[in-house]
């Protein structure tokens, strides 16, 4: 039995569920705040999305069924938690949740968890000029380093289309940062 079957198996258990969570959560915390930090842009919202998703994998753990790995499983979480976050966000500020987006990268410069210079804030802002799926890509693939296979499973969708978006991406991010 794999590391990961064994996680499941055990926080799938009564008995050893609270024990496994903590052996999860000190496993994908770190992973997982930057994936929603790349998503949702703020420290604060970050740590409230993770917790959110924490709370949803520890919840619904019994229903995975091992069709994708635990990491995929718990990234799409993450990922529909954050996009979930966003959009409630835009509607309690009545703006679109691109909107929504651009306040939160105008604000990352008054975030004093933001370690960026004005290239980064620059990356930021033509990251988000991209509709949300190749932002998604764009994101996981740039900053997150993950493999296409995973992004499809976590995106449920095909590997020939995230790599497409990634390309279509890239030259919408490099057209960006080379326009002024």
Avoid: C
């Avoid at 926080?11 to 000190?26: D, G, I």
């Avoid at 994101?139 to 499973?153: I, P, Q, S, T, V």
């Amino acid at each position: 039995m794999t590391d990961e079957a064994q996680l499941v198996k055990e926080l799938q258990s009564q008995q050893h569920k609270e024990k496994a969570f903590r052996v999860l959560m000190s496993l994908y915390k770190e992973r997982l705040y930057w994936h929603i930090r790349n998503i949702v842009k703020s420290h604060n919202d970050a740590d409230d999305v993770l917790q959110n998703t924490f709370i949803k994998i520890y919840k619904n753990i019994n229903n995975f069924k091992g069709d994708s790995k635990l990491f995929s499983w718990m990234y799409r979480i993450a990922t529909n938690e954050s996009i979930t976050h966003i959009n409630k966000n835009a509607k309690r500020l009545q703006v679109s949740s691109e909107e929504a987006q651009a306040l939160a990268i105008n604000n990352l410069t008054s975030d004093v968890y933001f370690e960026g210079d004005d290239i980064q804030l620059k990356l930021q802002k033509a990251i988000a000029t991209l509709p949300e799926k190749q932002q998604l890509v764009f994101n996981m693939k740039y900053f997150e380093d993950l493999k296409y296979k995973d992004m499809a499973d976590i995106l449920e969708t095909s590997e020939g289309a995230l790599k497409a978006s990634y390309h279509i991406a890239v030259k919408k991010i490099e057209a960006y940062l080379t326009s002024d």
